[in-house]
C-alpha cells in the first residue's frame, strides 16, 4: 500500500520528482508569530534571569565586561566586586543603567569592597552578598594584575603581592563561593586564568605572572573533581591578548607591541572585550551544566601555533 501511495520517478537525468497520489495529502503550514508568542532568541539554558552573580574586578576592564554580559543575558541581581567601595558603587550604577537600556527594570545591582588576597574581605564581602540577596548562583573570579620585569629584576614584594592576587584571591574566592553555594544545591564557578598558562608570551618578560595564571587553570581543575558530587561546577576561561582600556593605553606608545601580538595571533588581531561574553555566559549558565573542569581559550588561535 504505501509503494502505491509515495512513488519516485524520473522525469530527467540527474533529477528526481515526488509524486503523491490519493488519499495523501500535502500541504505548507506557515505559522506567524507576533511579540507576545515569538520563540526565543538563544536556547533558554544560556539565560542568567533569576541567577544572582558575582564578579571580581567587575569595576573595570573584562570583569566589567562579565557583568555586561550577564546583564544582556538577562541577570538582575548582581554583586559588583572591586578593590574600591567608590569605583565598585559607580560601576554598579552604570551597570543598572545599562539594563535598563537591555529592557530590565527591576534590577538589584551593588557594589561591594573587597581585597581578594584577604581571606576575612572575601568573607566579608560573601556575608553582604547572602544577606542581600540570600544566595548565589554564579561567580567569575576576575580580579588579577600582571606586571612586566624580567626574572633577575622583578621584586620579590612585587611577586608576593601578584601571587597573592591572581592565585590566593583566586581560591578565595571559589572557595567562599562553594561553602555558600553546597547548602543551596550547587552552581557554576569560573577562574579567569589566561592563554599565558598554556604558552610563554613574547616579547614582554612575565614568568611570575604565566605561572599565576597555570596555577589558576590547574585549581578551577582540581575544585572541579573535589566538587562534582557536591553540585558545584569549576571551570576556567583563558583570554588571549584582549583590548581592554589598560592595554589600549599601553599600546598607545608601542605600536611595534602591538604589531608583535596580531602578527603571533592566527586571527591576525587582537581581541575585543565582548568576543569573550559568549564564553562566560555558557560557563556561567546552565548551558554547560555537564561541564566542570575544563578550560576555554578564547585567543584568536594564539595557543595552536
Same mark, same amino acid.
Given at each position: 500500500?504505501?509503494?502505491?501511495?509515495?512513488?519516485?520517478?524520473?522525469?530527467?537525468?540527474?533529477?528526481?520528482?515526488?509524486?503523491?497520489?490519493?488519499?495523501?495529502?500535502?500541504?505548507?503550514?506557515?505559522?506567524?508569530?507576533?511579540?507576545?508568542?515569538?520563540?526565543?532568541?538563544?536556547?533558554?539554558?544560556?539565560?542568567?534571569?533569576?541567577?544572582?552573580?558575582?564578579?571580581?574586578?567587575?569595576?573595570?576592564?573584562?570583569?566589567?565586561?562579565?557583568?555586561? #554580559?550577564? *546583564?544582556?543575558?538577562?541577570?538582575? @541581581? /548582581? !554583586? =559588583?566586586?572591586?578593590? &574600591?567601595?567608590?569605583?565598585?558603587? $559607580?560601576?554598579?550604577?552604570?551597570?543598572?543603567?545599562?539594563?535598563?537600556?537591555?529592557?530590565?527594570?527591576?534590577?538589584?545591582?551593588?557594589?561591594?569592597?573587597?581585597?581578594?588576597?584577604?581571606?576575612?574581605?572575601?568573607?566579608?564581602?560573601?556575608?553582604?552578598?547572602?544577606?542581600?540577596?540570600?544566595?548565589?548562583?554564579?561567580?567569575?573570579?576576575?580580579?588579577?594584575?600582571?606586571?612586566?620585569?624580567?626574572?633577575?629584576?622583578?621584586?620579590?614584594?612585587?611577586?608576593?603581592?601578584?601571587?597573592?592576587?591572581?592565585?590566593?584571591?583566586?581560591?578565595?574566592?571559589?572557595?567562599?563561593?562553594?561553602?555558600?553555594?553546597?547548602?543551596?544545591?550547587?552552581?557554576?564557578?569560573?577562574?579567569?586564568?589566561?592563554?599565558?598558562?598554556?604558552?610563554?608570551?613574547?616579547?614582554?618578560?612575565?614568568?611570575?605572572?604565566?605561572?599565576?595564571? #597555570?596555577? *589558576?587553570?590547574?585549581?578551577?581543575? @582540581? /575544585? !572541579? =573533581?573535589?566538587?562534582? &558530587?557536591?553540585?558545584?561546577?569549576? $571551570?576556567?576561561?583563558?583570554?588571549?591578548?584582549?583590548?581592554?582600556?589598560?592595554?589600549?593605553?599601553?599600546?598607545?606608545?608601542?605600536?611595534?607591541?602591538?604589531?608583535?601580538?596580531?602578527?603571533?595571533?592566527?586571527?591576525?588581531?587582537?581581541?575585543?572585550?565582548?568576543?569573550?561574553?559568549?564564553?562566560?555566559?555558557?560557563?556561567?549558565?546552565?548551558?554547560?551544566?555537564?561541564?566542570?573542569?575544563?578550560?576555554?581559550?578564547?585567543?584568536?588561535?594564539?595557543?595552536?601555533?
Amino acid at each position: 500500500m504505501a509503494s502505491r501511495l509515495l512513488q519516485i520517478s524520473k522525469t530527467r537525468p540527474q533529477a528526481l520528482s515526488l509524486r503523491v497520489s490519493s488519499p495523501v495529502v500535502s500541504k505548507v503550514v506557515y505559522r506567524r508569530f507576533n511579540s507576545t508568542n515569538a520563540p526565543p532568541r538563544t536556547l533558554p539554558s544560556f539565560s542568567m534571569a533569576g541567577k544572582v552573580c558575582l564578579v571580581t574586578g567587575g569595576a573595570r576592564g573584562l570583569g566589567n565586561e562579565f557583568c555586561r #554580559a550577564f *546583564v544582556q543575558s538577562g541577570c538582575t @541581581s /548582581l !554583586a =559588583v566586586i572591586d578593590l &574600591k567601595q567608590s569605583e565598585a558603587t $559607580n560601576a554598579a550604577e552604570e551597570l543598572s543603567s545599562f539594563a535598563a537600556s537591555n529592557g530590565l527594570n527591576d534590577v538589584k545591582f551593588i557594589g561591594i569592597e573587597c581585597d581578594v588576597s584577604s581571606e576575612q574581605s572575601v568573607q566579608k564581602a560573601y556575608a553582604e552578598v547572602m544577606e542581600t540577596y540570600g544566595r548565589v548562583d554564579s561567580v567569575v573570579a576576575s580580579a588579577g594584575i600582571v606586571e612586566n620585569y624580567s626574572a633577575f629584576d622583578y621584586p620579590v614584594d612585587r611577586i608576593k603581592r601578584l601571587y597573592d592576587i591572581n592565585v590566593h584571591g583566586a581560591f578565595f574566592t571559589a572557595r567562599e563561593a562553594a561553602r555558600n553555594m553546597i547548602p543551596q544545591g550547587g552552581g557554576s564557578i569560573v577562574l579567569v586564568a589566561s592563554m599565558s598558562a598554556n604558552i610563554i608570551n613574547i616579547p614582554q618578560p612575565q614568568t611570575p605572572y604565566n605561572a599565576s595564571k #597555570a596555577a *589558576v587553570k590547574h585549581m578551577a581543575a @582540581s /575544585l !572541579a =573533581v573535589e566538587w562534582a &558530587k557536591k553540585g558545584v561546577r569549576v $571551570n576556567s576561561l583563558s583570554p588571549g591578548y584582549m583590548l581592554t582600556k589598560l592595554t589600549k593605553t599601553i599600546l598607545q606608545n608601542d605600536q611595534e607591541l602591538k604589531k608583535t601580538w596580531e602578527s603571533l595571533t592566527p586571527m591576525g588581531r587582537m581581541g575585543e572585550p565582548d568576543d569573550l561574553s559568549g564564553a562566560i555566559v555558557f560557563l556561567a549558565s546552565d548551558a554547560s551544566k555537564f561541564m566542570t573542569g575544563s578550560e576555554i581559550r578564547v585567543d584568536g588561535g594564539y595557543c595552536i601555533i
